[in-house]
């Protein structure tokens, strides 16, 4: 069974930074791809943000310049450094990874932005 446990939302104003995290665990083969997405309120699931094993990365043209996502010394692990936060960055923010086992999704955390 895999597991992925997100941490590191909560409420923070225009402006501000945040870092989340997120860590695999369980029965993981190969992680080819580690990413983020967000899910607003009333909105579809949206792609954030992509780390490669290789470590190339990819953005939505959305949060590009402002975040960044990058992989732990412990390859189960993934960060999203968000910096000049927005209210529309408000959402809850999912932890994906794609193996050779299929792709896992964690549970969210919830990212408020707002003064």
């Known amino acids: 069974q895999v597991q992925l446990v997100e941490s590191g939302g909560g409420l923070v104003q225009p402006g501000g930074s945040l870092r989340l995290s997120c860590a695999a665990s369980?029965?993981?083969?190969?992680?080819?791809?580690m990413a983020w997405h967000r899910q607003a309120p009333g909105d579809q699931r949206e792609w954030v943000a992509l780390?490669?094993?290789?470590?190339?990365?990819d953005y939505a043209d959305s949060v590009k310049g402002r975040f960044t996502i990058s992989r732990g010394d412990a390859k189960n692990t993934v960060y999203l450094h968000m910096n000049k936060l927005k209210a529309e960055d408000t959402a809850v923010y999912y932890c994906?990874?794609?193996?050779?086992?299929?792709?896992?999704w964690g549970q969210g955390t919830q990212v408020t932005v707002s003064s």
């Open positions: 994906k990874i794609g193996t050779a086992g299929g792709g896992y």
């Open positions: 369980g029965s993981i083969s190969d992680i080819y791809t």
């Open positions: 780390v490669t094993s290789a470590g190339e990365t």
